[in-house]
């Protein structure tokens, strides 16, 4: 708020700029990843966007509930950071914390990771609704984040 003398400000994530993405099971978080714009990681940073993403539950959930769609865009903010939720048919939630307004960028991401996470799906060692431990799966989303967020 306050005066508009705010609104020039740079807008590309600075160094201490974190994204976070959750994926979230039916009873408890099943991945986690940290995407930083730089810099050294802090912890503190860290719990926040937890606890953030966290309580964007209700949001996300009362969300997929007014639609059929899979993508749910922003269901909440923080300061200057959105919530994007994605739910996939079998209700797992994606949420991507993250400074960005762009939309279809975010959308296109979270395409990629339902098509990672489908994937392992079909891994036999996988079973569904639990911890993803995968570290090829957390490679390739490090991946995905570098090229589009």
């Known amino acids: 708020g306050g005066c508009g003398s705010h609104v020039v400000a740079d ?10 993405l959750l994926i979230v099971g039916s009873k408890e978080p099943l991945y986690e990843a940290e ?15 937890q606890f953030i993403l966290h309580s964007a539950m209700d949001m996300v959930d009362e969300a997929a509930e007014a639609t059929t769609n899979t993508y749910l865009k ?9 919530v994007f939720a994605f739910v996939t048919a079998g209700g797992i939630r994606f949420l991507l914390l993250y400074e960005g ?4 960028t975010v959308k296109n991401f979270f395409q990629e990771v339902y098509e990672l996470y489908v994937k392992l799906l079909l891994n036999p060692f996988y079973q569904f609704d ?3 431990l995968s570290p090829s799966f957390d ?5 995905l984040a570098r090229r589009y967020l």
Do not use: C, S, Y
């Open 74 to 82: 922003i269901v909440d903010r923080f300061n200057d950071q959105n």
């Open 11 to 20: 807008r590309r994530a600075d160094a201490t700029t974190t994204r976070m």
């Open 139 to 143: 490679q390739r989303i490090h991946a």
């Open 130 to 132: 639990t911890p993803i």
């Open 101 to 104: 307004r762009n939309e279809d």
């Open 35 to 49: 995407f930083h714009g730089g810099g050294q990681k802090a912890d503190d940073t860290a719990h926040l966007n």
